[in-house]
């Protein structure tokens, strides 16, 4: 059962707009985090976020969390060819070791 | 610093093979995983360990066994390989369980199963 989900789960779009990618879960998360990845390689980690509400920026990136910790969201300002990947959350719940990924959205970015 | 290395990089079985998929590490981290990626599944959780001796399971653990005799190793064995297998794994560290800490992946395994 796959506890997150992802949308859209593709989005095209040209250099220089902006877009919001979301992550949604019925379960309430101890933390949240997402990854991107690029062809060939596996995840890399770009922010972690733990308190309902929390904002957090990475240059044109800001990431949210939910006042409820069940679901976040990734803005991306500007939008450059380099920010093409799949972009994926993660969440565990408290109490476990289970560590589980949502569905992902594959960006591409156009010049 | 070679982080999370797996082995192979590309394998192609026949239906009812069994076969083992290495990950080693060299982080000193105490929890690791396997995940399987399929196109529009994101990646899903087949085994995982806490520390060495302790495995548990994760979403699809089903044709999939693991075992931790070491910290820094972490084998996934197909024990009869079939088409549904086919499949991206992708093995992983961090230094704890919790979500709160980073996890790091190796390249990947691209496994193909005829």
């Known amino acids: 059962t796959q506890l997150l989900e992802q949308s859209p789960q593709f989005l095209s779009i040209q250099e220089g707009e902006n877009l919001t990618v979301y992550c949604n879960s019925s379960?309430?998360?101890?933390?949240l985090q997402w990854y991107r990845q690029e062809p060939g390689e596996g995840p890399v980690l770009l922010v972690t976020?733990?308190?309902?509400?929390e904002v957090k920026k990475l240059k044109r990136l800001t990431f949210q969390f939910g006042d409820a910790r069940k679901d976040s969201s990734l803005h991306i300002t500007a939008a450059q060819p380099g920010d093409t990947g799949l972009y994926l959350c993660a969440a565990s719940t408290s109490g476990t070791y289970k560590y589980i990924f949502g569905t992902g959205t594959r960006l591409k970015v156009l010049a | 610093n070679a982080g999370v290395t797996q082995t192979p990089k590309f394998q192609v079985l026949k239906t009812g093979q069994s076969m083992t998929l290495q990950c080693a590490q060299d982080m000193n981290h105490e929890y690791m995983s396997w995940y399987r990626q399929d196109p529009g599944m994101g990646l899903r959780l087949i085994h995982y360990s806490v520390g060495a001796g302790i495995t548990d399971q994760g979403e699809v653990p089903n044709g999939y066994n693991v075992s931790r005799s070491t910290t820094e190793d972490f084998p996934l064995r197909l024990l009869s390989a079939a088409p549904s297998q086919t499949s991206v794994y992708f093995c992983?560290?961090?230094?704890?369980?919790?979500?709160?800490?980073?996890?790091?992946f190796g390249q990947g395994t691209r496994l193909t199963v005829v």
């Open positions: 976020v733990v308190t309902g509400g």
């Open positions: 992983a560290s961090s230094y704890q369980g919790a979500g709160n800490t980073e996890a790091f």
């Open positions: 379960s309430v998360f101890s933390s």
